[in-house]
T-cell receptor, first 110, second 112 residues
Framework: GQNIDQPTEMTATEGAIVQINCTYQ??????LFWYQQHAGEAPTFLSY????GLEEKGRFSSFLSRSKGYSYLLLKELQMKDSASYLC???????????FGAGTRLAVHP | EPEVTQTPSHQVTQMGQEVILRCVPI?????FYWYRQILGQKVEFLVS????????KSEIFDDQFSVERPDGSNFTLKIRSTKLEDSAMYFC??????????FGPGTRLTVL
């Protein structure tokens, strides 16, 4: 079956660092994506990992361990505008559909 | 920067009516997708489309759904006889060959 787990909600303080974890069990794996989604809007692409290790992109970093079926998204220097849902998604199948987790709703407080 | 566009942004329809949701993918992209997101739930895959045919579909994508690429730019999702439970945000996405899928802004479908 297909299973992607991430925490439902997290809170953090402006300027701090937060790590959002994701574990997955899928029948196929061609890479893992993180998307940001503000309420009522479309998911926007943040990062993509296909090999093990850390990918850094400005204030955002994403880590993947394929043997453990585990990824995390690290957000540094948090800003109020980072309050959103963060979606972990696995690329699966021959035509690479995305299988999404339920998302982690992050609230950033002053 | 090129982007995926979708029309309409909001569609209200009566149960049993047909609706067509329209998307214009990024122009040089080759793979096209439809996803839906029921309010408060996760994004769900509906169908993928490549080389002018459906390449994969989910169990949600039953006989009431169809997709078409009628010309070189548009990509449509038709729901033949809408049900209350079809109310959701419908997202179109496209990708080139490798890398991420880029999502359109979505169409909010409300079935009354």
């Amino acid at each position: 079956g297909q299973n992607i787990d991430q925490p439902t909600e997290m809170t953090a303080t402006e300027g701090a660092i937060v790590q959002i974890n994701c574990t997955y069990q899928t029948s196929g794996f061609n890479g893992l994506f993180w998307y940001q989604q503000h309420a009522g809007e479309a998911p926007t692409f943040l990062s993509y990992n296909v090999l093990d290790g850390l990918e850094e992109k400005g204030r955002f970093s994403s880590f993947l361990s394929r043997s453990k079926g585990y990824s995390y998204l690290l957000l540094k220097e948090l800003q109020m505008k980072d309050s959103a849902s963060y979606l972990c998604a696995v690329f699966s199948g021959g035509y690479n559909k995305l299988i999404f987790g339920a998302g982690t709703r992050l609230a950033v407080h002053p | 920067e090129p982007e995926v566009t979708q029309t309409p942004s909001h569609q209200v329809t009566q149960m049993g009516q047909e609706v067509i949701l329209r998307c214009v993918p990024i122009s040089n992209h080759l793979y096209f997708y439809w996803y839906r997101q029921i309010l408060g739930q996760k994004v769900e895959f509906l169908v993928s489309f490549y080389n002018n045919e459906i390449s994969e579909k989910s169990e949600i994508f039953d006989d009431q759904f169809s997709v078409e690429r009628p010309d070189g730019s548009n990509f449509t999702l038709k729901i033949r006889s809408t049900k209350l439970e079809d109310s959701a945000m419908y997202f179109c996405a496209s990708r080139l060959t490798s890398g991420g899928q880029f999502f359109g802004p979505g169409t909010r479908l409300t079935v009354l």
